[in-house]
C-alpha cells in the first residue's frame, strides 16, 4: 500500500494545505519527478494544476532537482536544498534523495499553477472569543 501527504501551496495567498492520499490516488505519483506538471482530478481536485516541488522520504530527507532517479546518495553540496547557509567557498557531505518519487517518499509539495472551482482552503467562520471579566 502506498501512501503520501501532499502539502499543496498557493502562492497567490501564501497558505499551504496537508493532504493524505493512498492506494490509487497515490500510485499515480509514483515515477513522477520534480518539476512535472499535473492535473488535480486524480487525487479529487477538479480544474486544479500543480507542479511537483520537492518531498522528502522516509526517513526525512529531502529531494534534490539535480540528483537523477529514485536513489539516495551523499552527496558534496555548497548551497541548495538539504543545506543550510555555510562560510563560502565551503562544501559539505550531506545525505539528499533523487528528483524520481518513489514507494519511500512519504511527503511531495506541490504548487497550484492553475486553480479550480472549488476553493482550496475553506474560509472559517471565526468565533470572537467570550471576554472574562
Do not use: W
Not at 499535473?38 to 532537482?65: L, N, Q, S, V
Amino acid at each position: 500500500m502506498v501512501e503520501f501527504k501532499l502539502v499543496i501551496g498557493d502562492p497567490k495567498t501564501g497558505k499551504c494545505k496537508q493532504v493524505p492520499v493512498a492506494n490509487e490516488s497515490a500510485t499515480f505519483f509514483v515515477g513522477k519527478k520534480i518539476g512535472d506538471h499535473i492535473r488535480g482530478e486524480a487525487f479529487d481536485f477538479a480544474g486544479y494544476e500543480f507542479e511537483i516541488t520537492g518531498g522528502a522520504d522516509y526517513c526525512g530527507f529531502p529531494m534534490r532537482k539535480d540528483l537523477e532517479g529514485p536513489i539516495r546518495k551523499r552527496i558534496f553540496i555548497t548551497t541548495g536544498i538539504g543545506i543550510r547557509k555555510s562560510d563560502k567557498g565551503v562544501k559539505k557531505m550531506k545525505t539528499v534523495c533523487g528528483n524520481t518519487i518513489h514507494e519511500k517518499t512519504t511527503q511531495i509539495s506541490l504548487k497550484v499553477l492553475k486553480a479550480g472551482k472549488k476553493p482550496l482552503f475553506e474560509e472559517a467562520a471565526e468565533a470572537a472569543p467570550a471576554e472574562k471579566k
